[in-house]
């Protein structure tokens, strides 16, 4: 069992369509990383959250960390196909500062 | 270099080999972690080093796994008589410290076991 669900777990969209992925969890987190994987590369970190109820925009990406650190959201505007990967969420629990705790992840393709 | 560079990037091994993946991190990273991913999943812990020391082994699945990193810089992760479900990348990541850094993951080590 995931201690982090991600939804959906694949998703296929045209080019100029905009769209969420939530991460949600019944732990609290001290911190919250979303991370873009492509094929045959490790993670590259894109933001951290720390705060509850915390948004933070990265031109067309806007993340959340829920109010009560539970869960968080990445919204993409009008997706690209340069936007195609594996989205990760990872967090971080209270009881510890360094293991992070990866979601399963949500494959998008953004077809021109 | 510039990241965290890991080698060897793909390694075919028989079931019951030993295998062994190493890892340099990023200069002057006092953290260091290992991750196993499997297909189509998100990377889950295996280990942590801070410095020289293992902190924290939790995430080994056996005692076949076994990690070290004896002069704080240069990890090794070895596998004895490697499994079918040992097939995997092998992620390492390092970071200057172990909270309120950027965590920087290398390419990772493809594993099959045949």
């Known amino acids: 069992t995931q201690l982090l669900e991600q939804s959906p777990q694949f998703l296929s969209i045209q080019e100029g369509e905009n769209l969420t992925v939530y991460c949600n969890s019944s732990?609290?987190?001290?911190?919250l990383q979303w991370y873009r994987q492509e094929p045959g590369e490790g993670p590259v970190l894109l933001v951290t959250?720390?705060?509850?109820?915390e948004v933070k925009k990265l031109k067309r990406l806007t993340f959340q960390f829920g109010d009560a650190r539970k869960d968080s959201s990445l919204h993409i505007t009008a997706a690209q196909p340069g936007d195609t990967g594996l989205y990760l969420c990872?967090?971080?629990?209270?009881?510890?500062?360094?293991?992070?705790?990866f979601g399963s992840g949500t494959r998008l393709l953004v077809r021109p | 270099g510039a990241g965290v560079s890991q080698s060897p990037r793909y390694k075919v091994a028989k079931r019951g080999q030993d295998v062994a993946l190493r890892c340099d991190p990023i200069?002057?990273?006092?953290?260091l972690f290992w991750y196993q991913q499997a297909l189509g999943q998100g990377p889950e812990f295996l280990t942590y080093?801070?410095?020289?020391?293992?902190?924290?082994k939790s995430g080994l699945p056996s005692d076949r796994f076994f990690a070290e990193r004896p002069e704080g810089s240069v990890s090794t992760l070895k596998i004895q008589r490697t499994q079918q479900e040992d097939s995997a990348v092998y992620l390492c990541?390092?970071?200057?410290?172990?909270?309120?850094?950027?965590?920087?993951f290398g390419e990772g080590s493809w594993l099959t076991v045949v």
């Open positions: 990541a390092s970071t200057a410290r172990d909270r309120g850094n950027t965590i920087y």
């Open positions: 732990s609290v987190f001290s911190s």
């Open positions: 959250v720390v705060t509850g109820g």
């Open positions: 990872a967090g971080r629990r209270m009881d510890s500062s360094y293991k992070l705790i």
């Open positions: 200069s002057g990273h006092v953290s």
């Open positions: 080093f801070q410095n020289e020391a293992q902190l924290d």
